[in-house]
């Protein structure tokens, strides 16, 4: 098994004990992996208004590092503090009833709760679902947040390739929907349900989802 001794506490150890750093000549760092965390932890005791503002500057470099992290520990987190997070849910929702109904009625409030519906029913069928408000917006303003199908005032999110069928929550697989419409159409896709009703503008309607 390869060792290496640590520049700092000089001690012999696996080279597993050792970060990588792609700059040096074995591909590791010089000082083992407890004395790096002994002197960051030591140099935010000294400067810990310089430590923070490292960590802030990173943040802010790395969004899409720091979701993801999120988004991995996440589950984790739940797991360990499941009662107490339902508790204080519970709790909070009780004391704030109309912040959550001024946020569920808002015209933004009522478009996020159609998003969450329909990713709860794409993870419940392993389907993609990466479609943020933003882009459900621009979907929206491209169809005048009307029905694809009828031009009524829009209420639904429907998929061109239903989620049964494997088709996700994603940018081209999306369209605004009245309920009429959405429940009329169910599980078939959208040529099918087009030329059940003697409509002809499929292609407009793929071409603006896109």
């Not at 750093?21 to 407890?34: F, M, Q």
């Not at 979701?67 to 520990?73: L, T």
């Not at 984790?76 to 499941?82: F, I, P, S, T, V």
């Not at 029913?121 to 621009?138: F, M, Q, V």
């Amino acid at each position: 098994m390869p060792t290496k001794v640590c520049r700092k506490c000089e001690v012999e150890k696996d080279t597993s004990a050792f970060s990588r750093h792609a700059n040096t000549r074995d591909g590791l760092k010089s000082w083992c992996k407890p004395c790096l965390v002994e002197s960051a932890q030591a140099s935010g005791v000294r400067n810990p208004e310089k430590v923070r503002g490292h960590k802030r500057a990173w943040k802010k470099r790395n969004p899409d590092k720091i979701r993801e992290q999120q988004r991995k520990a996440y589950p984790r987190l739940y797991e360990r503090n499941a009662p107490k997070i339902r508790a204080w849910s519970r709790a909070w929702a009780a004391k704030n009833k109309d912040k959550i109904k001024a946020r569920y009625t808002s015209p933004r409030g009522r478009m996020l709760r159609r998003i969450n519906q329909a990713r709860r029913n794409g993870r419940i069928a392993n389907a993609p679902s990466d479609l943020t408000p933003e882009a459900w917006l621009g979907v929206l303003d491209r169809f005048d947040h009307r029905c694809a199908y009828c031009g009524d005032p829009w209420q639904e999110i429907d998929h061109i390739i239903p989620v049964s069928k494997g088709g996700g929550l994603v940018i081209g697989n999306v369209v605004p929907a009245c309920k009429s419409c959405n429940v009329a159409k169910n599980a078939r896709s959208i040529y099918d349900f087009c030329l059940d009703r003697g409509w002809d503008h499929v292609d407009w309607i793929v071409s603006l989802a896109a």
